[in-house]
């Protein structure tokens, strides 16, 4: 990925992620959360892993984001109203923040071997990114967690099932899990 | 080519944001989110160290975080279901009984 | 480099131009063609300067269909209700337009052709990983129908939409086991490559399509996909009796042109993937690189460019074939209740899915195939 190219999805990705927490609609956090992964995607490819950024588009863009695209409408969640009184609260979350992306980042920046002047070539081999490999490690090291993550899914598929349905003593309609009723703005 | 230290860079600012999100919002969906883009900028900061290494187990753990990840939204998710229920709100600020 | 880059957009426009055009032309199909099975005329009034009628051709419609009907949607007003998310309004249809195109990148239209010492795939955008884009973009098309819904601020358009991403989320696992017996049975995530396994026959005389070994597969894609692009009789989310347009009721003019136009071309997409997968793609039966080999031991020679050439023209033909089917089910099927579209798709696809995936495993296995 050239360097411009990678300036901009990086930009791109800095600006979604703050849309996820300076929105106040729900649905519009949700959009640029959707657009943060996409991105995210897109940079797993630049790094060679391209089966990994589609699957990773897959289950969190496809699937899980429609999830929460869903509960928002559930619960029926609308703008909400501009806070005002919690300033110092932002400012200290922000300042802590701050200090902890830049601790993070300058880790990071001592750590990368080679640091930051070495752009050179990315030691990989020939099927690097390829669905095979990655399927070689899983299936092999880490066969264990491998299937370990099937009975993790199961049990939240019942969990989940489970949490959220209305209690089986109660009639159908002594429970309104939010009414379906268009945002009015 | 793009050193995988700005990746990494990136991948710090993107894991900043998400905690301001946790920290400052009120509302549980959109905390939620905010750690879906904490879980993601760790993600990143596999793919890129384990590009850097030409070692695919980066991925393989990115994989996991992924499974992980379907799993705690359907339950996390579900969760917020109940919880509305019984209270009509998702406000984090509201949600004290737990609290002495 | 610069030359790959001249062919990699050419590709990339002929293959837009291509799904774009096919579209259209169903558009008119579905006019015409719904007209002739129920004994109707049609669409016929609309002609240019009346150059046809003094030929003394019979009016089909295209002007109708192709021309005015698409100034007439162009031209209307672009009406926005109050109360709705303006920006989300307007972007919806795009959103729901772009993951179907963008899809077609990675569809091998033929073999390889050779341009002067140069060999040049048939494909867009060759990929290894083709399978796993297609879902990827195929989970991208919910948004767009879901927020048009939502963005309308219209209970109707709400519903409509919330039913369209239910269904299409539901259908897209039982379409996702379908793709992924086929991934199992040739090895390979790469469409061209399949493609290319699909090639021979067996026994001397039947060619080997997915369509013999995977016939559950084929039903699972055909059923899932006709789901997927939300036509009868699973197009609840468009109901008429019930949401009367369902997620586009607040749109009009060009908006709704594009999501008609995204409906069309998830029928192209649907009859693609059916191709591709079950029959063969662009392989025609018993033509080889060098010719015609039929069973009876006839050889008819060709130059490699016209064995090229008969491959995309069969990818066409398949693909016709197909959006003609998925069109002719509207007019004879009536439409499902929403309990009977779940059930189906949760009771029906889904268990009939894993079993194929599991029977499919089992048999790659002790066929020795992969690994």
Same mark, same amino acid.
């Given at each position: 990925?050239?360097? /411009?190219?990678? #300036?901009?999805?990086?930009?791109? $990705?800095?600006l979604?992620?703050?849309g ?14 959707v ?5 995210i $995607?897109?940079?797993?490819?630049a ?16 699937a ?9 409408w559930?619960?029926n ?23 902890l ?7 990071? /920046? ?7 002047a ?6 990989q ?11 070689k ?11 370990v #993550? ?6 939240a ?18 429970? #309104? ?8 703005r | 080519? *793009? ?14 944001i ?9 509302n549980?969906? *959109? ?5 879906? *883009?904490m879980?993601?900028?760790?993600n ?11 070692s ?5 753990f ?24 019984n209270?009509?709100?998702v406000?984090a600020d509201?949600?004290?009984?737990l609290?002495? | 480099?610069?030359?790959? &880059?001249?062919?990699?957009? !050419?590709k ?5 131009l ?7 032309? %169903?558009?008119w199909?579905?006019r ?10 049609? @669409? ?20 109708n269909?192709?021309? @005015?009907d698409?100034?007439? +949607? ?8 109050a ?13 729901a337009?772009?993951p ?11 073999d ?5 010492g ?5 494909q867009?955008?060759? +990929? ?8 990827? =973009?195929?989970?991208l098309? !919910?948004?767009? !129908? ?22 299409? &989320?539901?259908?897209e ?10 991934v ?16 021979g026959?067996? +026994? ?11 016939? %559950? ?6 059923? @899932?996909g006709?789901?997927?692009?939300k036509?009868?009789?699973f197009d ?5 009796s019930?949401?009367?347009a369902g ?8 908006k709704?042109?594009v999501?008609?136009? =995204? ?10 993937l ?20 039929l ?9 490699q460019a @016209?064995?090229?050439? &008969? ?7 398949? =693909? ?7 069109? +002719?089910?509207?007019? !004879? ?39």
């Open positions: 990925m050239p360097a /411009w190219l990678f #300036t901009f999805v990086a930009v791109l $990705a800095v979604g992620a703050l996820v927490i300076l929105q106040r609609n729900p649905v519009h956090s949700l959009l640029a959360l657009l943060v992964l996409s991105l $995607a897109v940079l797993f490819i790094l060679g892993a391209v089966a990994l950024g589609f699957l990773q588009a897959i289950v969190y863009v496809g899980i984001m429609v999830l929460f695209l869903f509960v928002i559930l619960l969640l609308e703008t909400e109203p501009r806070e005002g009184g919690r300033l110092l609260v932002k400012l200290a979350a922000a300042v802590l923040a701050a200090m992306a830049a601790e993070l980042a300058a880790l990071a /920046w001592r750590a990368a071997p080679g640091g930051a070495a752009a050179g070539a990315l030691h081999g020939a099927n690097y990114g390829s669905m095979a490999a990655l399927a490690v899983l299936m092999g090291e880490y066969l264990l967690a491998f299937e #993550t099937s009975v993790l899914l199961l049990a598929v019942v969990g989940a099932v489970a949490l959220a349905r209305k209690d089986p003593g109660a009639g159908p309609q002594s429970s #309104t899990p939010g009414r379906l009723e268009p945002p009015l | 080519m *793009v050193a995988p230290s700005y990746y990494l860079a990136l991948s710090a600012l993107l894991f900043g998400g905690v301001v999100g946790v920290l400052v919002r009120r549980a969906i *959109v905390i939620f989110m905010s750690i879906e *883009v879980l993601n900028a760790a990143l900061a596999f793919v890129a160290l384990g590009a850097e290494a030409g695919v187990e980066g991925q393989a990115v994989f996991f975080v992924l499974t992980v990840a379907a799993a705690e939204a359907a339950v996390g998710l579900a969760i917020l279901i109940a919880v509305f229920r209270r009509e709100t406000n509201e949600l004290t009984l609290r002495w | 480099m610069s030359s790959e &880059l001249v062919i990699g957009a !050419v990339a426009i002929v293959v837009l291509l799904v774009l055009n096919l579209t259209a032309l %169903l558009l199909f579905e015409k063609g719904s007209a002739l099975m129920q004994d109707r005329v049609g @669409a016929n009034r609309a002609a240019i300067l009346g150059v046809g009628r003094r030929l003394g051709l019979p009016n089909l419609g295209l002007v269909t192709l021309v @005015a698409s100034l007439k +949607l162009f031209t209307k007003e672009d009406f926005v209700p109360g709705a998310d303006r920006f989300l309004h307007a972007l919806a249809p795009f959103l337009l772009f179907v195109l963008v899809t077609f990148a990675v569809v091998p239209l033929g390889v052709i050779r341009l002067g140069r060999t040049v795939e048939l867009a955008a060759p +990929l290894n990983a083709a399978v796993l884009y297609l879902l990827a =973009t195929l989970g098309g !919910v948004y767009g !129908v879901a927020l048009g819904g939502w963005a309308s601020n219209n209970r109707w358009a709400l519903l409509g939409g919330i039913r369209a991403s239910a269904q299409m &989320l539901s259908y696992i039982a379409m996702g086991l379908g793709i992924l017996s086929m199992m049975t040739y090895g390979t995530l790469d469409l061209q490559a399949m493609c290319r396994a699909q090639g026959v067996w +026994l001397g005389w039947l060619p080997r399509w997915g369509i013999f070994i995977q016939p %559950l597969a084929f039903v699972l894609l055909l059923v @899932a006709i789901a997927e692009s036509r009868v009789p609840l989310p468009e109901g008429e019930e949401l009367v997620y586009f009721t607040e749109y009009s003019g060009g709704q042109a999501f008609m136009f =995204t409906d069309f071309a998830e029928v192209v997409l649907v009859a693609v059916l191709t591709l997968f079950f029959f063969g793609g662009w392989q025609v039966p018993y033509l080889y690189s060098d010719g015609f080999h069973p009876g031991g006839f050889l008819l020679a060709l130059p @016209a064995v090229a050439l &008969l491959g995309v023209v069969a990818f066409f033909v398949k =693909t016709l074939v197909f959006c003609c089917f998925q069109l +002719l089910v509207r007019w !004879v099927m009536p439409r499902m209740r929403y309990d009977q579209l779940m059930r189906l798709g949760w009771k029906g696809l889904l268990p009939l899915g894993l079993i194929n995936v599991v029977a499919t495993a089992c048999v790659v296995v002790l066929a020795g195939g992969v690994g």
